[in-house]
């Protein structure tokens, strides 16, 4: 059973950045790699994409909002995904969500492609 689980957020104002991590604890004998991604979710909207990474780091997508401004990546060695949040605004506000799947090699803009879920770290920008 993998588990993941998101760390970093917080409030900061408009121009700050931050830098969330995605601990990746897998319980296979054998450390698996995955394509993995970053989604966010707005009090009463639906959850949105926001970067992907392929399995092996040399694929990137980003949604148009963030690009320029957000970098993903990962560290295979400690497991961990990462996005590099700069320039934030208040409209980057919410609950931002890592996700994983043994099964894709490319990352997937969609969220019903990834089967594992972290539960998820509120990012506040303020004006």
């Known amino acids: 059973q993998e588990l993941l689980r998101e760390s970093g957020g917080g409030v900061v104002q408009a121009g700050a950045s931050l830098r969330l991590s995605c601990e990746v604890s897998?319980?296979?004998?054998?450390?698996?790699?995955?394509?993995m991604g970053w989604f966010r979710q707005a009090p009463g909207t639906d959850r949105e994409f926001v970067a992907a990474?392929?399995?092996?780091?040399?694929?990137?997508v980003y949604t148009d909002a963030v690009k320029g401004r957000f970098a993903i990546s990962r560290d295979d060695v400690k497991n961990v995904l990462y996005l590099q949040m700069n320039s934030l605004k208040p409209e980057d506000t919410a609950v931002y969500y890592c996700?994983?799947?043994?099964?894709?090699?490319?990352?997937?803009?969609?969220?019903?492609?990834?089967?594992?879920w972290g539960q998820g770290t509120q990012v506040t920008v303020s004006y």
């Open positions: 996700a994983a799947d043994p099964g894709l090699v490319q990352g997937s803009r969609r969220a019903a492609e990834y089967d594992y």
């Open positions: 897998t319980g296979a004998r054998r450390q698996r790699r995955y394509a």
């Open positions: 990474i392929s399995w092996s780091g040399d694929s990137i």
